[in-house]
């Protein structure tokens, strides 16, 4: 230990070893213990002198007493300010009255019955309230006196002498009773004024409950105890009850339970519970704003041979509620938000029973060009890769982004963390799961708890019990279709009727041909001598050839393809833009998708294996694994269109490019002549985009 400050008195040195101070002299005596004689400033002994003993020299039960009191005594010293601030977290009783509604207003030394009555209980209010208007008739009798002017002095000290008190207190019930007649004269109790004030709590006590209950992952009261408990034991504290800490804690979560949630359940519960939110206004017409994103199905569907949980990519019309644009997939990414985009401004097929009970699919107008796309903000996506969570970026791809700004589509995000931000569509996903997900074969619950007991989607499977892609599509867009004609809550009609109900934003729908480039797959390929290599096999390269080609061989070029048509390969240059398009009628004819190339890159390594281990009897053909890909079902499907014939058409700019597009294949389809024509050389920038823009990173 340190210097003389540290030195302790025969009564500390005695206390510490448990013995008594004559004992303690003893040893002094027998220098059992080092001390040394000092003058006292208090007095003392012969020639006012006391003794002082080195605590070193104490026996080691001994120093370690003395080491876990001053422990104790450092602590509590930490402590004062947090205990104050815990103190002072308590308004004054007055203030905090007011606040609470137990005074009334402008008269804070007068009780709210009402709020007296609900902090008390019925029983012990009316017992309250008797006493209280026994005193008011008490000071009746003392302002009768007052009135009478005659001896009043005298004759208010005897009435509060015979009832037992001062006559100071009886002039402060005639204050109260003035200011609020017989409630004036309610006993203020701690409970209804201050709240509980658990006295057997001290203040470093609940420090130290608070520091461990206030954590995040909810640690149980039971635990925090057990902590508290040793805490205490370690630093010499009085150790407080199980039933009092118990008490307390549901006193915090009843008075603080802001600052218990945020604690214990995180930023994102405080938010969505306790934080104040905006409130915008809601859009009045049709398509104005649109919500996008992305929704991962609480279900199973069998796809490939394999049980797999398929995505909606969806995007709600705000002001209807109604589901204006969709495309299932199995994995959601720029593509499938390229393809909902399409399918929103594409009229939609329902399958309606008319009044014969005849079943017939229509062409309604529900969709179209939008005004406002409100999509999630990128940090969303980052903080979920953070948490290790599965949650597919929602972003637009740079074809879409052209799209939207030479439709005149504006675009914005929704604040980062805050799922609130996209109420709307996130309550719709809310109701897909469990009005339709739920009552689905293959059904698995949004998490653990909920998944049925003894599921095995793998059994499922082999049962043949699990949707398809196609089968899955077919019920989803019938409970679209269902929810759509269903009374909503939250607009006071259908969505359906809500969409209909006044004129959309913008009317018309735009040339399908103008979206075909949000329909495409961008790639960077390489120029060989013999042409394009794509979509062949090793054993068997396909090649692509234009003789506009010639000049670029050796060099890097843009293609772009429809994933679900790749029997035309358009071809751009990053200075140039647009060069050709070549097609290939072999694969026009075999409906291939980009996933049968996929599938057959897997069959080509397997190949491969087996030709070393010279197993191989037959080679792998393009045609089979298109036939194989059509057995597994599709990948990705959209809402049922139907054709915008006879519909107004929007003026977008792009009409004239994509026109001339669409003329080169039926050309190309007649003459086999894969060249096409160059564009004429004077065009509106706007209509060149197709032809131009392609090349666009």
């Excluded at 062949?536 to 050839?545: E, I, V």
Aim: with cysteine.
């Amino acid at each position: 230990m340190g210097g003389p400050s540290d030195w302790l008195t025969v009564a500390q040195a005695a206390e510490a070893e448990g013995i008594a101070e004559r004992t303690m002299r003893e040893k002094i005596k027998a220098k059992e213990v080092k001390a040394k004689k000092v003058k006292s400033q208090n007095g003392g002994g012969a020639a006012g002198s006391q003794w002082l003993i080195d605590p070193s020299t104490l026996s080691a039960p001994a120093r370690a007493r003395l080491l876990k009191k001053q422990q104790a005594a450092l602590l509590k010293e930490a402590f004062k300010e947090q205990a104050a601030a815990v103190q002072a977290s308590a308004p004054a009783e007055a203030e905090k009255a007011k606040r609470t509604g137990t005074a009334l207003e402008g008269e804070e030394d007068v009780l709210n019955p009402a709020a007296y009555r609900d902090a008390v209980g019925a029983e012990v209010y009316e017992e309250e309230l008797a006493k209280a208007r026994s005193k008011h008739d008490l000071v009746n009798q003392a302002i009768q006196i007052q009135m009478s002017k005659h001896n009043v002095t005298q004759r208010l000290k005897a009435l509060a002498e015979a009832n037992g008190m001062s006559d100071k207190t009886l002039y402060r019930m005639i204050a109260k009773s003035k200011k609020g007649g017989a409630f004036g004269q309610l006993r203020k109790r701690p409970t209804v004024t201050r709240g509980k004030e658990f006295t057997s709590l001290s203040p470093e006590v609940k420090v130290i409950f608070r520091e461990f209950y206030l954590k995040l992952g909810e640690p149980t009261v039971a635990s925090c105890y057990r902590k508290t408990e040793k805490e205490c034991a370690r630093l010499g504290l009085a150790a407080p009850s199980r039933q009092t800490i118990y008490r307390y804690a549901e006193y915090m979560e009843k008075t603080e339970p802001d600052l218990c949630c945020y604690a214990r359940r995180g930023e994102k519960a405080w938010f969505e519970k306790y934080a104040p939110h905006a409130v915008r206004e809601e859009p009045e017409m049709a398509m104005q704003v649109v919500m996008g994103d992305h929704h991962q199905f609480d279900l199973f569907i069998e796809h490939d041979g394999k049980p797999v949980r398929p995505w909606v990519t969806g995007w709600l019309d705000v002001m209807s509620r109604c589901l204006v644009g969709y495309t299932i997939s199995l994995q959601p990414n720029s593509q499938t938000i390229n393809l909902a985009l399409v399918n929103m401004m594409t009229p939609k097929k329902v399958t309606v029973t008319r009044e014969d009970g005849s079943v017939a699919e229509e062409t309604i107008e529900l969709g179209g060009i939008p005004g406002l796309l409100y999509i999630d903000n990128g940090e969303d996506y980052k903080s979920a890769l953070k948490k290790r969570q599965q949650r597919p970026e929602f972003k637009l791809s740079q074809e879409a982004t052209d799209i939207c700004e030479k439709l005149g589509v504006d675009t914005t995000f929704a604040l980062p963390y805050r799922p609130s931000s996209k109420a709307h569509i996130e309550r719709f996903f809310g109701t897909v799961a469990k009005q339709f997900s739920r009552e689905q074969p293959g059904w698995c619950g949004a998490n653990p708890d909920e998944r049925p007991a003894g599921f095995n989607e793998h059994k499922l499977m082999a049962k043949g019990l699990l949707h398809t892609m196609t089968t899955l599509a077919q019920s989803f867009a019938e409970y679209v279709h269902q929810y759509h004609n269903t009374f909503h809550s939250g607009i006071g009609m259908a969505p359906l009727e809500k969409f209909f109900a006044g004129p959309k934003l913008r009317e018309g729908w735009p040339d399908q041909r103008t979206l075909d480039i949000l329909r495409t797959t961008k790639e960077v390929v390489h120029v060989y001598h013999q042409g394009i290599k794509k979509f062949g096999t090793k054993a068997k390269p396909r090649y692509w050839w234009h003789d506009k080609l010639r000049p670029l061989v050796g060099r890097d070029v843009i293609i772009r393809y429809d994933p679900a048509q790749i029997g035309e390969l358009h071809v751009f240059t990053l200075e140039d833009g647009y060069v050709c398009t070549v097609t290939d009628e072999n694969l026009m004819s075999w409906n291939a998708t980009r996933d049968d190339y996929r599938k057959l890159a897997k069959q080509q390594s397997m190949a491969r294996k087996a030709i070393k281990e010279k197993l191989q009897k037959n080679s792998l053909t393009l045609e089979e694994i298109a036939a194989k890909r059509r057995a597994a079902g599709e990948s990705i499907i959209s809402a049922p269109t139907g054709a915008a014939e006879g519909m107004m058409p929007a003026i977008t700019g792009l009409d004239q490019a994509a026109r001339q597009v669409a003329k080169f294949r039926e050309k190309a389809a007649k003459s086999n002549v894969t060249e096409m024509r160059p564009a004429p050389k004077k065009h509106d920038p706007i209509d060149e985009y197709i032809l131009r823009k392609g090349a666009r990173a």
